[in-house]
Antibody, heavy 123, light 108 residues
Framework: EERLVESGEGSVQPGGSLRLSCAAS????????MHWVRQAPGKGLEHLSA????????YYADSVKGRFIISRDNSKNTLYLQMGTLRVEDMAVYYC????????????????WGQGMLVIVSS | EIVLTQSPGTLSLSPGERTTLSCRAS???????LAWYQQKPGQAPRLLIY???NRATGIPDRFSGSGSRTDFTLTISRLEPEDFAVYFC?????????FGQGTKVEIK
């Protein structure tokens, strides 16, 4: 059974940095695109970033472009999100998720999600 | 960017009832690449429907999706106690992937 387990949640001050990790198991990690999605308290879902299977193509939402970096280590079956210059509005639960295909393809939906982890940005 | 508008915001229903949730797109969703997710409090979203009408693995057949281009619906034929949750639609036909704001199905 596929499993995604996030780690790295924490509390940081505005302007600070944090790295999130997502450990994958139960599937062939490098066959899947991986994603980060966040949900601010009481709000909806926002797709933040994506990376293809071999890590050479990435996507960022405008809200995090230039501040966040997505990466993956296929030898460790792990996805990362390096978050910098954090703002109060970045406070949210962050989920990692996978898709078998990229945007605009029949398998572009998110079929497995991690449990989520809370990132608090506050002074 | 495709904006997805879900309606209604909240549904108050009883177990055993049938319900239909709406997701309307600001422009046509390419190839009907629209998904529905269920989210319960404190849990991650769970994929229910992809490609507008295909049930994901393990999803009961009381859940069905339909629609095309700009108008999509999720129908729950007979609400079970575990179905009371928030439901999100998402389009993955064009960048950026966008989600609707959600419909909460609550117990009446």
């Amino acid at each position: 059974e596929e499993r995604l387990v996030e780690s790295g949640e924490g509390s940081v001050q505005p302007g600070g940095s944090l790295r999130l990790s997502c450990a994958a198991s139960g599937f062939t990690f490098n066959n899947y695109m991986m994603h980060w999605v966040r949900q601010a308290p009481g709000k909806g879902l926002e797709h933040l970033s994506a990376i293809n299977g071999n890590g050479d193509s990435t996507y960022y939402a405008d809200s995090v472009k230039g501040r966040f970096i997505i990466s993956r280590d296929n030898s460790k079956n792990t996805l990362y999100l390096q978050m910098g210059t954090l703002r109060v509005e970045d406070m949210a639960v962050y989920y990692c998720a996978r898709s078998a295909g990229s945007i605009g393809t029949r398998y572009g939906y998110l079929d497995s999600w991690g449990q989520g982890m809370l990132v608090i940005v506050s002074s | 960017e495709i904006v997805l508008t879900q309606s209604p915001g909240t549904l108050s229903l009883s177990p055993g009832e049938r319900t239909t949730l709406s997701c309307r797109a600001s422009q046509s969703v390419s190839s009907n690449y629209l998904a529905w997710y269920q989210q319960k409090p404190g849990q991650a979203p769970r994929l229910l429907i992809y490609g507008a009408s295909n049930r994901a693995t393990g999803i009961p057949d009381r859940f069905s999706g339909s629609g095309s281009r700009t108008d999509f619906t999720l129908t729950i034929s007979r609400l079970e106690p575990e179905d009371f949750a928030v439901y999100f639609c998402q389009q993955y036909g064009s960048s950026p992937r966008t989600f609707g704001q959600g419909t909460k199905v609550e117990i009446k």
